[in-house]
């Protein structure tokens, strides 16, 4: 079974950054779209970037031009880096990987302060 792991969460202020990172075992991310997806409690989970398995991206409304998705397909492993970060980005977040039938991450807390 697909084993995805995030890291990199944490807290931070208003105006930081964060880089996410996505471990994937037991199976070659290259073939596959991946994505980062973040939920807040109460709410529905909401797509913050997606990547093409030919590196094309797709970003949410309110992460365009501060976040940036990336893979390694080398290291099987699938990147968010998030700068100019609001207290709205607060969420925890998931790696995903295949789409919404696929695999998906246990989430990694991301807390920004005002």
């Known amino acids: 079974q697909v084993h995805l792991v995030e890291s990199g969460g944490g807290l931070v202020q208003a105006g930081g950054s964060l880089k996410l990172s996505c471990v994937v075992s037991?199976?070659?991310?290259?073939?596959?779209?991946a994505g980062w997806y973040r939920q807040v409690p109460g709410e529905q989970r909401e797509v913050v970037a997606t990547?093409?398995?030919?590196?094309?991206?797709y970003y949410g409304d309110s992460v365009k031009g501060r976040f940036s998705i990336s893979r390694d397909n080398l290291k099987n492993t699938v990147y968010l880096q998030m700068n100019s970060l609001k207290p709205e980005d607060t969420a925890v977040y998931y790696c995903?990987?295949?789409?919404?039938?696929?695999?998906w991450g246990q989430g990694t807390q991301v807390t920004v302060s005002s």
């Open positions: 995903n990987l295949n789409g919404a039938s696929g695999a």
């Open positions: 037991r199976s070659r991310i290259a073939p596959f779209p």
């Open positions: 990547i093409s398995k030919f590196g094309a991206t």
